[in-house]
Nanobody, 124 residues
Framework: QVQLVESGGGLVQAGGSLRLSCAPS????????MGWFRQAPGKEREFVAA????????YYADSMKARFTISRDNAANTVYLQMNSLKPEDTAVYYC?????????????????WGQGTQVTVSS
């Protein structure tokens, strides 16, 4: 069984930073793109950022590219989301996702595996 495990969430004051991590557990698999999404209470899930394992090409939602940075460690098979200058409106559950089919659209519109999410709460 393939699982993605997010970590690094928590409570932080506005203006602070957090770094989220996402790593697979369980059965090994090959993925081509990893993405981060978030879902705030009462809102739809929204795309945050994506990264290709090969080459490290990145893509961000316009509203987040100035403060968020996605990166990967191929050796550790881990993807990160560095979030700086956090705002209360960044409060959400953050999910990582994996594209294992190698879709041609960029970033992928669909992902195959999802993590359980990690809560990020930003206090004002």
């Amino acid at each position: 069984q393939v699982q993605l495990v997010e970590s690094g969430g928590g409570l932080v004051q506005a203006g602070g930073s957090l770094r989220l991590s996402c790593a697979p557990s369980g059965r090994a698999f090959i993925s081509y793109v990893m993405g981060w999404f978030r879902q705030a209470p009462g809102k739809e899930r929204e795309f945050v950022a994506a990264i290709r394992w090969t080459g490290g090409e990145t893509y961000y939602a316009d509203s987040m590219k100035a403060r968020f940075t996605i990166s990967r460690d191929n050796a550790a098979n881990t993807v990160y989301l560095q979030m700086n200058s956090l705002k209360p409106e960044d409060t959400a559950v953050y999910y990582c996702a994996a594209d294992v089919l190698g879709r041609t659209d960029w970033p992928p519109l669909e992902y195959d595996y999802w993590g359980q999410g990690t809560q990020v709460t930003v206090s004002s």
